[in-house]
């Protein structure tokens, strides 16, 4: 555009920002800023509240506080990107803080900022502030907004209000995939494995399609009950028949299920089989369940794997040290802390 000699606008600089921010691209982000300087755009809401989310994706939330203190005029769209920036860089208390200095400057909280708030009380676990905040949801009409909905969903479930997060679940008109997963991932974090299946079965007789964060969940209500033929059939379903490529924690909590169980043989074949570039940590999780089960020989194979992916880790050493003296070979132990040492 500029090589034909266009002049970017405001609206120009919004959209590559916005492609800054979903590439993470801090460095490309930082020189589009410099020419905003440059070209005195800095000052618009617009390109500041631009500049904000850019920085707070990026995880450079102190250029996201400077921008926000040198903003002139901050609308609530400006107010919501400084507080979800917070939030996503877990300094969700300083998060909780913009939420009250907005409110004191008097502009009034929408769904967005709500929703935000409420992702940090989850993060900081504060059943009581997420209470305040439900109260204040309530009364500005937006619990019926399915983004507030899922929020409070994830804050109770994360607090270990069970009751409440199904009664939120319960009274929405509508839900969307983030719904049901943030429903189901409150049912597995409390224990719920069997009611978090329920919840599955129920999301796909409603005609949502699962991705991979409601599989996740799902791999993850199976861990807490013990279910290794769920877990196994669960896996398939999302592979072979949803299409979905399992990431690093789909096999991490399928490794885990076979592992607790005593599956090693099983577990075995499955972490050779990933083609993931870094397997540290089912290597690990293999490591972990060998040393449970007392399978001295195969712990030290998965050892060795972990010592060639990554040499400076202590993890290895000390399960693997752990197991040898439980399996009564002292002088190995002795060996291997001194080569820890």
Not at 289 to 311: Q, S
Request: glycine share 8%; charged share 20%.
């Amino acid at each position: 555009m500029q090589c034909d000699c266009v002049k970017p606008n405001y609206v120009t600089y919004v959209s590559v920002l916005d492609a800054c921010a979903s590439l993470r691209a801090l460095q490309k982000g930082q020189e589009i800023h410099a020419t905003i300087v440059v070209r005195s755009y800095e000052g618009q809401i617009v390109i500041g509240t631009a500049l904000i989310n850019m920085y707070g994706k990026c995880n450079s939330l102190q250029d996201a506080r400077n921008v926000f203190d040198r903003m002139l005029q901050r609308d609530v769209v400006a107010w919501n990107a400084i507080i979800s920036a917070c939030a996503q860089n877990a300094h969700s208390m300083e998060a909780l803080e913009y939420f009250d200095e907005m409110q004191n400057n008097g502009i009034r909280p929408d769904h967005v900022t709500f929703a935000c708030a409420l992702d940090a009380c989850a993060d900081l676990v504060s059943l009581e502030k997420g209470q305040e905040l439900h109260a204040a949801i309530i009364n500005s009409g937006y619990e019926g907004h399915v983004l507030v909905a899922n929020a409070l969903i994830n804050v109770y479930g994360k607090c270990g209000c069970l009751l409440d997060a199904r009664g939120v679940f319960d009274q929405m008109f509508q839900r969307d995939v983030v719904s049901w997963n943030a429903m189901i991932a409150a049912c597995a974090h409390n224990g719920h494995g069997n009611e978090a299946l329920y919840y599955f079965n129920e999301m796909q007789n409603e005609g949502t399609k699962p991705d991979q964060i409601t599989f996740l969940s799902v791999l993850n209500a199976c861990s807490h009950t013990g279910c290794i033929d769920d877990g196994r059939k669960y896996f398939i379903l999302m592979t072979e028949d949803h299409g979905l490529t399992p990431k690093m924690e789909h096999y991490l909590c399928l490794v885990d299920i076979l592992g607790r169980a005593g599956h090693l043989d099983e577990v075995e074949g499955l972490v050779n089989t990933i083609s993931c570039e870094n397997k540290v940590r089912v290597w690990l999780c293999l490591l972990g369940a060998c040393r449970i089960h007392g399978d001295v020989e195969r712990g030290v194979r998965a050892a060795n794997h972990v010592f060639k992916l990554d040499p400076n880790s202590p993890a290895p050493y000390v399960l693997l040290s752990n197991m040898l003296v439980q399996a009564g070979r002292l002088d190995d132990a002795r060996k291997l802390r001194g080569i820890e040492l």
